[in-house]
């Protein structure tokens, strides 16, 4: 009955001062919604590169050479036989691609039409990394030494505007050689989770690529590690693989599923951050709030004296101006829940990612309403019950 009237006497007294209502509640709902946008954005964020990652595969294992502590030697190279028998050779690993690169300018009669990565691939690195063809076909163990490339969509989209209409079987300039072309890839969907551009670059034979490149050594695998193997039994059994094969090689190896662990950790600390910073303006909204309800018991002077004459003791006077404190900050809280959702939705289409409803935001959203409205409306609370009764009748 007690918290039944204070919330009607609570809904009356911010009737009555509708403007000051008004503004206390706008101070609380950018406040408000600024920490739930930042949280629901990060949260957007974090399931969007992890998303990138599971297209990817997560028994992907990357292996790159380390270089030598011995900063006057040399680090010895991965032999290209070592690379592709990786797989036959240990139990953890299905299948391994190495892979090298170069960069460079790609030539259409005579004209330079693009620049980018070369990269110099076996047959099975189309499947590792989740390239789709367009036309033709990828690259074949077959093309052994063979000047064949297989292009990606930007540098396709570049041979049509150059008039090119049928493009597998015409002949292209890369890093000073010609090339023909046997494939096009579809645009990519995971670009970001890659190390390289796939719409802009090219893919010859890595033996290929060994004869022609001005440094053709391989510094990174890409491998799949078996069904119901663990990335941790692959990562040793891959490491003394390749020292068993080369005294002092040394290789670092990446799982997939080792990113997306410390991806979470980083995001998770990432969405604090951001709410930390939208915090700032719901303190702003807060002292909003402990301002309108400092100036309400300036006013109701009178009230609070009669109340107190009338047998009310300070507990209740201190409870019906906190229950108004916090009616005002869970409503700017709501309003602010809606603004912060509605703002993360608007960034989703315009980024054209996919909204990610955060449950965690919406119980935030909710519970700084309450929580800003006892913290900010306390004092004010205890003012009213400080007051003497009959120093507040005489000051009317």
Same mark, same amino acid.
């Given at each position: 009955?007690?918290?039944?009237?204070?919330?009607?006497?609570?809904?009356?007294?911010?009737?009555? %001062?509708?403007?000051?209502?008004?503004?206390?509640?706008?101070?609380?709902?950018?406040?408000? *919604?600024?920490?739930?946008?930042? +949280?629901?954005?990060?949260?957007?964020?974090?399931?969007?590169?992890?998303?990138?990652?599971?297209?990817?595969?997560?028994?992907?294992?990357?292996?790159?050479?380390?270089?030598? @502590?011995?900063?006057?030697?040399?680090?010895?190279? +991965?032999?290209?036989?070592?690379?592709? *028998?990786?797989?036959?050779?240990?139990?953890?690993?299905?299948?391994?691609?190495?892979?090298?690169?170069?960069?460079?300018?790609? /030539?259409?009669?005579?004209?330079?039409? &693009?620049? *980018?990565?070369?990269?110099?691939?076996?047959?099975?690195? &189309?499947?590792?990394?989740?390239?789709?063809?367009?036309?033709?076909?990828?690259?074949?163990?077959?093309?052994?030494?063979?000047?064949?490339?297989?292009?990606?969509?930007?540098?396709?989209?570049?041979?049509?505007?150059?008039?090119?209409?049928?493009?597998?079987?015409?002949?292209?300039?890369?890093?000073?050689?010609?090339?023909?072309?046997?494939?096009?890839?579809?645009?990519?969907?995971?670009?970001?989770?890659?190390?390289?551009?796939?719409?802009?670059?090219?893919?010859?034979?890595? %033996?290929?690529?060994?004869?022609?490149?001005?440094?053709?050594?391989?510094?990174?695998?890409?491998?799949? =590690?078996?069904?119901?193997?663990?990335?941790?039994?692959?990562?040793?059994?891959?490491?003394?693989?390749?020292?068993?094969?080369?005294?002092?090689?040394?290789?670092?190896?990446?799982?997939?599923?080792? $990113?997306?662990?410390?991806?979470?950790?980083? @995001?998770?600390?990432?969405?604090?951050?951001?709410?930390?910073?939208?915090?700032?303006?719901?303190?702003? *909204?807060?002292?909003?709030?402990?301002? =309108?309800?400092?100036?309400?018991?300036?006013?109701?002077?009178?009230?609070?004296?009669?109340?107190?004459?009338?047998?009310?003791?300070?507990?209740?006077?201190?409870?019906?101006?906190?229950?108004?404190?916090?009616? $005002? @900050?869970?409503?700017?809280?709501?309003?602010?829940?809606?603004?912060?959702?509605?703002?993360?939705?608007?960034?989703?289409?315009?980024?054209?990612?996919? #909204?990610?409803?955060?449950?965690?935001?919406?119980?935030?959203?909710?519970?700084?309403?309450?929580? /800003?409205?006892?913290?900010?409306? #306390?004092?004010?609370?205890?003012?009213?019950?400080?007051?003497?009764?009959?120093?507040?009748?005489?000051?009317?």
């Amino acid at each position: 009955m007690i918290l039944k009237t204070n919330v009607k006497e609570a809904v009356k007294s911010l009737y009555a %001062t509708k403007q000051r209502t008004l503004l206390a509640l706008v101070g609380m709902t950018i406040g408000t *919604g600024s920490v739930i946008a930042m +949280i629901s954005v990060g949260a957007i964020v974090k399931s969007e590169s992890l998303k990138q990652l599971r297209e990817l595969g997560t028994d992907i294992l990357t292996i790159r050479r380390l270089r030598s @502590s011995d900063t006057a030697r040399r680090p010895p190279a +991965i032999r290209l036989e070592d690379a592709v *028998g990786l797989s036959d050779r240990t139990a953890s690993i299905a299948v391994a691609a190495p892979w090298v690169e170069a960069y460079g300018q790609f /030539v259409y009669t005579g004209k330079r039409i &693009a620049n *980018g990565e070369v990269l110099g691939v076996t047959a099975s690195f &189309a499947d590792l990394n989740k390239l789709s063809l367009g036309t033709g076909r990828f690259l074949s163990d077959l093309d052994f030494r063979r000047y064949y490339c297989v292009i990606g969509a930007q540098v396709a989209q570049t041979l049509r505007r150059a008039g090119v209409t049928h493009i597998v079987g015409e002949s292209i300039r890369l890093l000073g050689r010609l090339y023909t072309v046997v494939g096009v890839l579809q645009p990519a969907i995971a670009r970001d989770a890659r190390a390289f551009n796939v719409d802009r670059a090219a893919f010859v034979p890595i %033996t290929t690529a060994q004869r022609t490149f001005d440094n053709a050594e391989i510094k990174q695998i890409i491998a799949r =590690v078996r069904p119901d193997v663990h990335y941790m039994v692959a990562t040793r059994e891959v490491e003394s693989y390749f020292r068993q094969r080369e005294r002092n090689l040394n290789v670092e190896v990446e799982s997939a599923q080792q $990113l997306i662990e410390q991806m979470k950790r980083q @995001s998770q600390l990432f969405t604090l951050l951001l709410g930390a910073i939208g915090s700032i303006s719901l303190i702003v *909204g807060g002292i909003g709030v402990m301002n =309108v309800m400092l100036a309400s018991v300036t006013e109701r002077r009178k009230e609070i004296g009669i109340r107190r004459a009338l047998g009310a003791n300070r507990k209740d006077v201190q409870s019906q101006f906190l229950t108004e404190s916090v009616m $005002l @900050s869970l409503l700017g809280g709501l309003l602010g829940l809606g603004l912060g959702l509605g703002g993360s939705y608007v960034f989703c289409q315009f980024s054209d990612w996919t #909204f990610v409803l955060s449950v965690p935001a919406g119980l935030l959203g909710v519970g700084m309403g309450v929580g /800003v409205g006892i913290l900010f409306g #306390f004092y004010p609370a205890y003012q009213a019950a400080r007051l003497n009764p009959v120093a507040a009748l005489r000051a009317v």
